[in-house]
């Protein structure tokens, strides 16, 4: 497979033939064009369904999806801290609301990941959220996760995610703090860490 970076700002013209309403991500495959992260992973599950990324179970799999809807803001609240850069201590607050939901779905559940004892489709759409607050952390020494006593089940959950040989293969939190970097000081750099 091949990986294109695409800046939303300066899109190449190829891009808007291909996809005219111009959303990412997008799997381009034998000529199938899927744009949307869940399109896409729900596309892959039933193309290449081993190892299963949602669960089997009809009502559990409902229960994945559902907490995707209260899972998929944080994404929206850790982009917010690049985009708008007076607001980055506002917009961490609401992020970290939103942790308490994810601590209790997770004691809840008695596993590890969201995916049980291996992450599944709920922990692989969230994790890059995580990695971009790890990156703020880092930028911004005010910011702070919660502590690990205050919530543990999330604390575990993070370290065992940061610790998982596919996030480990795929995230490189280097690359994912040049590339925040990058967009603080103006101009984001969509391949930051792959020269």
């Known amino acids: 497979h091949e990986v294109v970076n695409v800046n939303l700002r300066n899109r190449p013209e190829w891009y808007n033939e291909v996809l005219p309403a111009g959303t ?102 969230v994790w890059p959220a995580f990695a971009a607050a790890r990156a703020y952390i880092t930028l911004y020494p005010e910011l702070k996760m919660p502590a690990a006593e205050e919530f543990p089940h999330f604390s575990r959950w993070l370290q065992a995610m940061r610790e998982h040989p596919v996030v480990k293969a795929v995230i490189n939190e280097d690359h994912v703090l040049l590339y925040a970097k990058s967009g603080l000081e103006g101009e984001r750099d969509f391949n930051a860490g792959l020269q």
């Open 24 to 125: 990412v991500p997008v799997l381009y495959q034998d000529d199938k064009v899927i744009s949307g992260s869940m399109p896409i992973a729900e596309y892959l599950e039933e193309a290449y369904p081993q190892p299963h990324l949602l669960p089997t179970d009809p009502y559990l799999k409902a229960l994945d999806r559902s907490f995707l809807d209260v899972a998929l803001p944080c994404a929206s609240l850790i982009a917010s801290i690049s985009l708008k850069r007076g607001a980055k201590e506002e917009h961490w607050a609401n992020f970290l609301k939103k942790i308490e939901a994810f601590e209790k779905e997770l004691a809840k559940r008695k596993t590890t990941f969201f995916g049980g004892e291996q992450p599944g489709l709920v922990d692989y759409t």
